[in-house]
């Protein structure tokens, strides 16, 4: 499956900016959906994920509040909105898909928290949040 993501751009400090990704080649519906991001010189981190279907979804406590995730099965497209905006924000966010079944009922309440764990990457796109 191939993650085009678009949206990124440059914003002010306490801006809002919206970006998506888009699974071709494979339904959305087939997987769980995150996002990464890497800002230079620091390690890819993970900074919200959604489980199949939407049943859960997850955000570290660094964008907890501001950062908003979903998913639209029949366009296979998840969306991450981010809002209040800050310049440590700043970064390459990738999206990422995984069979990983995190947030079903009976399994695991977080997703899979290392890049090593995804096999399906998008290109990623920057975010640049000015101070």
């Known amino acids: 499956v191939q993650l085009p993501a678009s949206g990124g751009g440059l914003v002010q400090a306490g801006g809002s900016l919206n970006v998506s990704c888009v699974t071709s080649g494979r339904p959305l519906s087939n997987y769980a959906m995150t996002w990464f991001r890497q800002a230079p010189g620091k390690e890819r981190e993970l900074v919200t994920a959604?489980?199949?279907?939407?049943?859960?979804?997850y955000y570290e406590d660094s964008v907890e509040g501001r950062l908003t995730m979903s998913r639209d099965d029949a366009k296979n497209t998840v969306y991450l909105r981010m809002d209040s905006l800050k310049p440590e924000d700043t970064a390459v966010y990738y999206c990422?898909?995984?069979?990983?079944?995190?947030?079903?009922?009976?399994?695991?309440?977080?997703?899979?928290?290392?890049?090593?764990?995804?096999?399906?990457w998008g290109q990623g796109t920057l975010v640049t949040v000015s101070s």
């Open positions: 959604i489980s199949w279907g939407g049943i859960s979804v």
């Open positions: 990422a898909a995984s069979h990983n079944t995190w947030g079903m009922p009976g399994t695991a309440t977080t997703p899979p928290a290392f890049p090593s764990e995804y096999y399906y």
